[in-house]
């Protein structure tokens, strides 16, 4: 009976090394090269050109020590090739090392690339490999080529991706001039038959020529330094346009992307005399048919402070703020207007309005599908109501300015 016991906590061990054969495919980090970003160009021939963004483990962090050092955090490699996946192979024979794509968080895209050739058989490779992240970001290069962005060195952020997405979120959150969107995101807009992607514009401004040199990153004063710019509009997965300033702030009020911005008004026959710092907002949607056509009707509520004046203003007069809070409502409303204008005009629905009437009215939408942004979308009307409140004026009251105009007199 004993030996019965032992032979089967024996065949019971046998079997459970089957269970317990280590990493079989495991893959040590001296033998890969970890990709932070990857940029796609196009060369004169037609043949895709991809820049990938290497890390140098060590020298990141020295230089996050403290001890920086002359050597950069990153490399850089080339590749040329017909597809996305024989950039890849390509590249590999220029690297000792397996590239790793599973720390990839930006992909950038040519301008040229995005107009021409659109982002479908692109991100499509992305989107297949199981390395990469469905929440990578992705930019269009404005101006620039993807690989002046990808080789840029940074000085605060050592490596140039975390200084892209970095800046894409600050922007959005503090202006809402740029819009922060991963692969995940524009394929399901893409894919979808109501609604366009939008992607955020990068390009480096200075001294173009040094971005990708150490001492760029050995001055106070940057010589070369990325920055977000504008909004890209596609349509059928190609860029058709930019949107600029008020234009993209205008369409982030619309999508409800708005977290905190300053809206600056004219008072006073002074121009942009008082500034409107926003601190909460919320923007309603909603779709009711009229003589048998979708009506879009867009409310939004907006609370936030007086951070700024320029002109001698009363601000304790309930008739002032009540002034200022109607005229805080125009100009967005306008802005709101312009924005769906030129959507309109572009025949792109990038405000997601035909999967909302998807929704609400799956008959009409089933029956206009096929023709939404080119026939009905251009029409559609829209209805907005703007309501904004003063909450706080700060410190003061009454600005300063006004002492200083009355003693002038």
Known sequence: MEMNRKRLVLLLMLMGTAFTSGCWDKTELNEMSIVSAVGIDKNNDGKLVGTFQIINPVNVA???????????????????????????????????????FAHANLIVIGEEVAKEMGINSILDAFERSPEFRATTRIVIARGVKAKDIVETLTAIDKVSAEKVIKTIESTEKQQG????????????????????????GFTVRGNTGKENKMENTQSSSIAANPNAVGIGVFKDGKLVDWLDGNQAIGTMWVMDRIVNTNVNINWGGKKGAVTYQVLRQKTNIK??????KPKMYIT?????????????LDLASPHELIGIEKTLAKDLKKEMENAIAIAQKNKSDIFGFGEIIHESHPKYWKKHEKDWDDVTFPKLEAEIQVETFIRRTGLRNKPYLSDIKKGDQ
């Open 62 to 100: 020295g230089s996050l020590q403290g001890g920086g050092g002359t050597n950069p955090p990153i490399s850089i490699y080339r590749a040329t090739g017909d597809n996305v996946l024989q950039l890849d192979s390509n590249a590999s024979t220029k690297i000792s090392r397996d590239m790793y």
């Open 177 to 200: 001039g740029s819009i922060n969107v991963n692969l995940q995101e524009v394929i399901k807009n893409l894919v979808s038959s109501g609604k366009e992607p939008l992607i955020s």
């Open 287 to 292: 779709p009711r048919m009229k003589n048998g």
């Open 300 to 312: 939004v509520r907006a609370e936030g402070d007086i951070r700024e004046v320029n002109v001698p």
